[in-house]
C-alpha cells in the first residue's frame, strides 16, 4: 500500500505559467483524502512550494532546491546544506566567464548580480523575482549563504560546463540538469533521492510504500528508491527508462495507485 506521494513540479505537477492541472489537484487531494501523505521534490525554493501547496489547499512534506533542505509537512526541519563560501566562489568565477545566466541561491532567494532582457522570462517563472546584487562574489560567504549555483545557457553549453566542473570539482558537487538549458549545482551528496531516503527514514517507510513522479534528470535518483516510479511522457528518454511508469499526467499516476492495479508500461 502506498503511503506517500513525491512529487516534482515543474514539468510535473507545475505547468510554466504555474498553474496545476485541475485533474491533477482532485487527484492529489482524493489521495490525501484516503491517507497517504504528500511530499514535493523540486528544484525550487521552499518558500515557492509553499506557495505551490496553497494552490494545492493541503499541508505537504517539502523537498527544495534538489534536497539541500528538508521540512516535514508539521514544519520540522530535517536537513539543511550549504556550500562552502570558497567553493562557491570558484565556481561562480567559472559560471560567470560563460555567455550564460548564473544565479546564486540560498534558501529563499535568488540573486543575480545584473538584470537584462532575458532576465523577465526567468522571473515570470518564479513564484518571487530575481534580487539583483552587485558584487555577487563579494557577499558569498557573508550574507549569501550559497546552496545552489543554477546555470543557464544553451544545452551545449551546459553539457560541457558540467564535465568541465565535475571533473574539477566532482569530489565536492553534485550536478543535474533539472530542465533543457539548466545546470543546478548542488554540495556534495545533494540529490532528491537522498533526500526522499532522509524523508523515509523519518516517517519509516520502505521502498514499496512511497511512489514518486517527475520528469527530469534531477528525479531520477529517487525513482530508483522505489518500484512504483512515474516518468512523464515528455520528459528524456533516458529518463523515462529510469521509471516504472510512464503517464501522461499525475492525476493518471495517482488513479493507478489507488485501484492498486499496476497498469502496463508505455514505451519510452
Known amino acids: 500500500m502506498i503511503k506517500l506521494i513525491v ?9 510554466l505559467d ?3 492541472k485541475k485533474e491533477d489537484k ?9 491517507g497517504i501523505d504528500l511530499a514535493i521534490a523540486s528544484g525550487r525554493m ?21 534536497g539541500a533542505f528538508i521540512y516535514t509537512k508539521t514544519n520540522l526541519p530535517l536537513h539543511a546544506t550549504t556550500f562552502s563560501p570558497q567553493l562557491a566562489q570558484q565556481i561562480y568565477q567559472q559560471a560567470k566567464e560563460l555567455e550564460a545566466i548564473v ?24 513564484f518571487y523575482g530575481l534580487y539583483e546584487r552587485p558584487n555577487i562574489l563579494d557577499s558569498i560567504g557573508k550574507d549569501i549563504h550559497t546552496s545552489k549555483i543554477t546555470v543557464l545557457a544553451a544545452n551545449e553549453l551546459i553539457v560541457e560546463f558540467e564535465q568541465k566542473i565535475t571533473n574539477q570539482f566532482g569530489d565536492h558537487i553534485d550536478t543535474f540538469i533539472s530542465e533543457p ?15 526522499v531516503r532522509t524523508l523515509m ?5 520502505q521502498p514499496n510504500e512511497i511512489a514518486c513522479f517527475g520528469d527530469a534528470f534531477n528525479d531520477i535518483p529517487m525513482f530508483r528508491l ?14 523515462k527508462k529510469e521509471a516504472q511508469y510512464v503517464i501522461n499526467s499525475v492525476s493518471e499516476g495517482i488513479h493507478m495507485i489507488l485501484k492498486n492495479i499496476p497498469a502496463p508500461n508505455m514505451m519510452p
Open 7 to 15: 512529487s516534482d513540479l515543474d514539468g510535473t505537477l507545475l505547468r
Open 18 to 20: 504555474k498553474s496545476i
Open 26 to 34: 482532485h487527484a492529489i487531494q482524493l489521495a490525501m483524502g484516503q
Open 46 to 66: 521552499d518558500n515557492e512550494i509553499l506557495e505551490v501547496l496553497q494552490k494545492l489547499e493541503q499541508k505537504a512534506h517539502r523537498i527544495s532546491q534538489n
Open 103 to 126: 544565479l546564486v541561491c540560498n534558501e529563499n532567494t535568488y540573486f543575480i548580480e545584473e538584470m537584462n532582457e532575458n532576465t523577465s522570462e526567468i522571473e515570470n517563472r518564479l
Open 181 to 195: 538549458r539548466c545546470l543546478d549545482i548542488m554540495p556534495k551528496n545533494i540529490s532528491k533521492g537522498n533526500a
Open 201 to 205: 527514514e523519518h516517517l519509516r517507510l
Open 226 to 239: 522505489t518500484p512504483y516510479s512515474f516518468a512523464m511522457s515528455h520528459a528524456h528518454p533516458d529518463v
